[in-house]
C-alpha cells in the first residue's frame, strides 16, 4: 500500500524546497509501502536492532520457519532455547516475547492505533521491551504510514541534513528541527527521499 497522500506531498515540497526538488526529481520511481501486519513489523525491527540486513534476515528465516503462523499467540509457545537457537540473543527472545504478550493480552491493539496521534502511539509502543523511540518512529512511519514523522535521532537522516543543508557538517537536532519546520505536514516523504539520497 502507497500513502494516498505521497502526489500531493512530493508536489508542495518540490515548490517549497529546492534540494528537495532535486531529490524527489532524482528517485521519482520510489515511494513509501506498506509490507505487512503490526506485530510482525515490530518483531523485525527487534530483531533486526544492532546486527546487519544479512544477519538479520537469517534470524528472521529460522525464526518465521520455527512457527506455523508468524503469530503473537504462536510466538507465545516457543521456549527461550527455541529463540535462542534462531540465533536471537537471550534479551532479545525476552523482547520478542514480550511484544508477543502485548498483543496477544490486547494491551496493544493496532485498530485503535488509526484514531490515534503519533505521540500516543509512541507512547504505547515504548512500553514494550526493546522498543525505543526510533524503532516507534520507523513504526510510524514505515507501517502505520503516517505523513508528518521527522526521525531526528537516526544517523542517516542526521548524515542527509548535514550533507545537503550544512555543507556536509554534522547538524544538531536542535537545527534539524529548524530546517524541517517548512517540510510540515509532509516530514515523513522528506525523510524518506533525504533516505534515498545516501544510496
Not at 506485530?39 to 537469517?58: C, K, N
Not at 516475547?97 to 498483543?103: G, P, T, Y
Not at 485503535?112 to 502511539?121: I, K
Not at 526521525?151 to 554534522?170: E, F, K, S, T
Request: proline content about 4%; some cysteine.
Amino acid at each position: 500500500m502507497t500513502p494516498r497522500y505521497w502526489t500531493q506531498a512530493t508536489a508542495d515540497l518540490s515548490a517549497r524546497d529546492p534540494v528537495l526538488a532535486q531529490l524527489i526529481d532524482a528517485h521519482s520511481g520510489t515511494r513509501l509501502r506498506r509490507r505487512s501486519d503490526a506485530f510482525t513489523a515490530l518483531a523485525r525491527s527487534i530483531v533486526g536492532q544492532q546486527i546487519s540486513v544479512q544477519a538479520a534476515a537469517g534470524v528472521w528465516g529460522r525464526l518465521t520457519g520455527a512457527v506455523q503462523e508468524f503469530a503473537p499467540g504462536e510466538v507465545l509457545v516457543l521456549r527461550l532455547e527455541q529463540l535462542r537457537a534462531c540465533g536471537l540473543s537471550r534479551q532479545k527472545a525476552a523482547y520478542l516475547l514480550d511484544l508477543a504478550a502485548h498483543f496477544h493480552s490486547g494491551a496493544l491493539q493496532p485498530a485503535r492505533w488509526r484514531r490515534s496521534g503519533d505521540d500516543q502511539v509512541i507512547a504505547e509502543l515504548t512500553q514494550v521491551k526493546g522498543i525505543g523511540r526510533w524503532t516507534a518512529e520507523m513504526f510510524l512511519i514505515f507501517h502505520l504510514l503516517r505523513p508528518d514523522v521527522l526521525p531526528v535521532g537516526d544517523l542517516g537522516l542526521q548524515r542527509a541534513i548535514g550533507l545537503h543543508y550544512n555543507r556536509g557538517r554534522p547538524v544538531s537536532e536542535t537545527r534539524m528541527r529548524r530546517i524541517a519546520k517548512a517540510w510540515a505536514p509532509w516530514r515523513t516523504v522528506a525523510t524518506w527521499y533525504l533516505w534515498r539520497s545516501l544510496e
